[in-house]
């Protein structure tokens, strides 16, 4: 006969047990010395057995470690170990490197980055955190990136190889934090690899990794603040961990604006499962204290400098992206093309089929809404032109949802399509899809560094080289630019955004751009009066930089020139502003090919180079 004695343990005033293990724990009785019922030995018993006595304890668990303790009950999955966590295995690196070295393979950087090289650049050489010297106007959204853009520019190597690097390390720390929560949400190691292979085919996860941008970054620091929460909604944070979170909220906010609707949400799932598992008022005020402390500690003298250094509390390009149409309607547009360009129709189908078992999971709620909160913004807001880049923050909640509902899946095949259709829509995209919606691809985007053309880059290169000096150049010329970003920056001159996220007027004042297609794209909607150009002495307009050979360089333009429409992105260009001679200049470029440009407010240097040989014709109505 075998007793055994039972004990239940519980965790903090939860119903179910924790996994049990069993030993021995008592001894060998002598065999004439059998056990009673009432306690006592009687010879009638000893020789029919011995009697182990046995008791069932919990496996052992240090205390206050996460990384040890049963994922969510609610998610009814078998908990995962400590080595299981930490170490993801050779298929788990083997993804992440497979990540990391397609993103250097498609590695390129983006105009826009530029944008905020070029405030990063003056930052660094003294000229205040400005686009041109002597303007302030505010026309970045992401401060952290370009205080940290300005580190390679003081100390004078590469910024774009800097934001690189950064991307990369920002990328592997946020595959690395999504293993870990899908680990701690009770996931097996297997499904835990499968949410990696989601992000890693994913092309505008792995593309904007080296984009120069701040998007990886702000996605790693989204992934570290849920890990956290993850980590410790089964228990009460400790300070070292509440102090994390709260750098990690600062750092958030500081680098997206935006960030704070995430953060809000994630600290409000944080607060709800602590406080369903018991938590007192006095523990949810830390977390909620905590997380917000030094976000709002910073952001209180940081708006009120930014209100003093730039004149208004929100940033530029919130006034040059509102051209006072339905933001709505785009919005829905960028999302419908995301889901079918991204082959996410069967996913997400899944989703909504297995929402009954997805809701009661906490895990998977919070992952939900997220990403829900984070879509209604992009709606919102309208959207943005370039590759899904603001879907970018939500992938990572997005991947763990659609691979648990693969998860539950009742059959095997219907798994496979849904993770499958991920995949291959992940990998096709960043091939085949270069302009939907007003949305244009990644295979377009990279036409900036790797086109066989002259690009931005060394067109503005070439400028410097015919106008050296830099802004520091005392009269130096003015350019009129719809790309705002490479050619200003390489070319070190004097530039008036004319599309407005970096100039004030433009932004407030701009004509709006009537578009062929009726849509146009999200911060490409109102452009610079001509007056504006000629009363800010812009000497050429470069526009959307058209090329032309020497042989194509006509006798003369018209306003409907398809060149000079493009030139002007389809905006206005006054007639009656251009003065008595309007002409169309062309720059020689190192290739030998010519870079147009409406030649306004005349100017000694250019003047020069058309008398030994740049070309010119004069632009009619």
Known sequence: MVTSVHHDWHLEGETMAQPKERREVGRQLSPTQPATASGELTDAKAAESAVVITEERP?????????????????????????????LGRTGWAIISGALLLAFLFRFTIDDAYISFRYAKNFAEGRGLVFNPGERVEGYTNFLWTMLLAIPHRLGFSPQFFAMVLGLVSMASALWCTFRIALLLGRSVKWAQVVLVILATNAAFVAFGTSGLETMFQAALVSGYLLLIVATWHRTPTHRELLIA????????????????????LTMGWVAVRR????????????????????????????????????????????????????????????????????????????????????????????????????????????????FRFMVPALIPLALLIARAAELANTAWIRKLAIGSCVVGGLLHGVLFTQLGGVDGLAVLRLLEFDTRPTW???????????????????????????????????????????????EFVAKNGLPIEYADGRGKPGHLKIAPTD???????????????????????????????????????????????????RVVGV??????????????????????????????????
């Not at 052992?60 to 080595?83: K, M, Q």
């Not at 929100?314 to 709505?328: E, I, M, R, S, W």
């Not at 090329?547 to 493009?566: H, K, Q, Y």
């Not at 030998?592 to 070309?615: C, H, K, N, Q, T």
Request: proline share 8%.
């Open 276 to 387: 369903a598992r018991g938590a007192t008022n006095a523990e949810v005020a830390k977390i909620v204290v905590c997380a917000a402390t030094l976000s709002l500690a910073a952001l209180v003298p940081w708006t009120a400098w930014r209100v003093s250094y730039y004149g208004h509390a929100l940033p530029n390009t919130f006034y040059a992206k509102d051209a006072g149409g339905v933001f709505q309607i785009r919005g829905l547009l960028y999302i419908a093309v995301f889901v079918l360009s991204y082959g996410l129709m069967v996913p997400l189908a899944l989703v909504l089929a297995k929402l009954p078992r997805l809701a009661p999971e906490p895990g998977t709620l919070l992952c939900g809404v997220t990403t829900g909160a984070w879509v209604g913004y992009v709606v919102v807001t309208g959207g943005d032109w370039m590759d």
């Open 59 to 87: 496996v052992s668990t240090p205390e206050r470690d996460p990384l040890r303790e049963r994922p969510l009950v609610e998610e009814g999955i078998a908990p995962v170990r400590r080595p299981e966590v930490l170490k």
């Open 532 to 582: 504006y150009l000629v009363e800010r002495d812009v000497n050429l307009i470069l526009g959307l930089p058209q090329l032309a050979t020497p042989e194509e360089f006509p006798a003369s333009f018209s306003l409907d020139d398809p060149a000079i429409v493009d030139l002007m992105h389809q905006g206005t260009l006054d007639f009656d502003a251009l003065g008595s001679d309007p």
């Open 457 to 503: 880059v060394t067109e503005g290169e070439d400028l410097a080289g015919y106008f050296p000096g830099g802004l520091d150049e005392p009269n130096q010329i003015t350019v009129g630019v719809v790309a705002a970003g490479a050619l200003p920056y390489f070319s070190e001159l004097p530039a008036i955004d004319m599309l407005g996220l970096t100039d």
């Open 246 to 265: 709260s750098v990690l909220a600062l750092a958030l906010v500081l680098t997206r604006l935006d960030s704070a609707l995430l953060l809000a949400v």
């Open 588 to 621: 020689p470029l190192r290739d030998g090919s010519l870079m147009l440009a409406v030649y306004l407010v005349p100017d000694d240097r250019i003047d020069e180079f058309i008398s030994s040989g740049w070309p010119v014709a004069p632009l009619t109505r």
